[in-house]
């Protein structure tokens, strides 16, 4: 679980998405949770949803870590993660709905920056009035980030004066509701209620909120296992992925440091999760899209629809270029490859080894939108299984063509898939 170097354990691990998000991670962090001491949040906010399958219920998450289902983990929302109070009380009422305390479980950073509802209202508008839209979950990340990066954002630390509160919503409402009437025509927001809003919210998770950052480290010396889990996918990220059309924080492995408060030098290990397959929520090119009753078969037997929006999702075939780039900005050292049970049922299956552009075969993933959209994905053709593999507990135990399936993917990207999910449960995982 971890290795030493410099006096140091290296006993955190990151796990990120691969691909455009939706990967499976939250499957993966339940699973893997029991290995760990705590499991952090470290980026994004309540636009994107983990689900978790076990004990014959289903439950998607969007701000609390997955690894809360398991008794002995403790759970940590970084400083990274712009927070949505409403979100997260209800998050907080369900998991003790089902029988599991957050009580000495559950911490948040002090610095985590909270999400105002004026900053969904303008998320919203502006995604409607742009020109080319984004396809954002207009849940008010965007705006919350904004604010944090221009100085003026309200953190969870702020809750605990309301004169200070006060304070910066009436210096931040005075340029909002400017916003809001004069461009919108839009009502202003009340002070006062947000205020005594954000009051009551306080008082309900004083006992949650800890200076995260001296805790992570803490820990880390005393050779506790810390895992960090990513939201959406490296695709998506501002500064890595397919820009403009990404989301508003860091979900690669670099974020995982800056978004935690914990140093590099505790990372051991980058694990990826990718689909066999590949999808993507919003706009932006998807050189693999199928625009046929293919991609139409992938989204009813994966069901494919986002666990925040309930949005179809695009559907299309697993992109090798676009992982290895994935693999090098993270420095993915093995891969869990999620849902191969979608491609049960498929006599061929296809996997992009790379692209021609402008009649030239390209290897590379281009980030930027323009030659993306005018790739020709190049294609090789592999031999389904037509059979299930969900009963299978080891890697011989698979079908030989899903095992070729797996090997080949191996084999291009020069990665280990050490993760094999063949089936929604927990139980229904293969480690090679």
């Not at 810390?226 to 998506?236: C, H, K, M, R, T």
């Not at 031999?383 to 030989?400: C, I, M, Q, V, Y």
């Amino acid at each position: 679980m971890s290795t030493h170097t410099n006096g140091r354990e290296r006993n955190a691990t990151v796990l990120v998405g691969a691909q455009f998000g939706d990967e499976g991670k939250g499957k993966l962090v339940d699973y893997l949770s029991n290995q760990y001491n705590i499991v952090v949040r470290y980026q994004g906010g309540a636009n994107a949803g983990h689900t978790i399958c076990f004990d014959d219920k289903t439950v998607v998450l969007h701000l609390i870590p997955s690894g809360i289902f398991n008794p002995n983990c403790v759970c940590v929302i970084g400083n990274g993660v712009v927070i949505d109070a409403d979100a997260l009380m209800k998050e907080i009422q369900t998991v003790r709905e089902l029988g599991y305390s957050v009580e000495g479980r559950l911490f948040i950073s002090h610095n985590a920056h909270l999400i105002m509802p004026y900053h969904k209202l303008l998320d919203s508008l502006s995604e409607q009035t742009r020109g080319e839209r984004i396809g954002t979950t207009m849940r008010g990340i965007g705006p919350s980030y904004v604010d944090k990066f221009s100085r003026v954002g309200i953190r969870i630390v702020d809750l605990l004066s309301p004169d200070v509160l006060e304070e910066k919503l009436r210096f931040n409402l005075e340029h909002k509701n400017n916003l809001l009437t004069k461009i919108y025509a839009k009502d202003e927001v009340n002070v006062e209620e947000l205020v005594n809003h954000y009051t009551a919210f306080d008082r309900s998770i004083n006992d949650f909120v800890k200076n995260t950052q001296v805790y992570l480290n803490d820990e880390l010396k005393k050779g506790k296992a810390v895992l960090l889990e990513g939201a959406q996918g490296s695709l998506l990220d501002v500064d890595h992925g397919t820009y403009p059309f990404v989301t508003s924080s860091n979900p690669t492995a670099g974020g995982a440091c800056t978004g935690s408060g914990i140093s590099p030098i505790h990372i051991g290990r980058v694990i990826g999760v990718a689909k066999a397959y590949m999808t993507r929520v919003g706009n932006g090119a998807f050189p693999t899209e199928l625009h046929d009753e293919m991609g139409e078969r992938i989204r009813k037997i994966g069901h494919e629809f986002g666990a925040t929006t309930g949005r179809p999702r695009r559907c299309g075939w697993l992109d090798l270029a676009l992982l290895k780039y994935s693999i090098a900005v993270n420095g993915i050292s093995e891969l869990a490859l999620t849902k191969l049970d979608v491609l049960d049922d498929f006599d061929e299956i296809k996997v992009c080894t790379g692209y021609k552009v402008k009649g030239k075969i390209i290897k590379d993933f281009p980030t930027d939108h323009k030659t993306l959209s005018q790739l020709e994905p190049q294609y090789k053709t592999l031999d389904g299984w037509k059979t299930s593999n969900r009963n299978a507990k080891t890697f011989s135990e698979l079908h030989p063509n899903t095992k070729r399936y797996i090997e080949f993917i191996e084999d291009q990207l020069e990665t280990k898939i050490t993760f094999i999910s063949v089936g929604p449960r927990r139980e229904e995982t293969v480690f090679k």
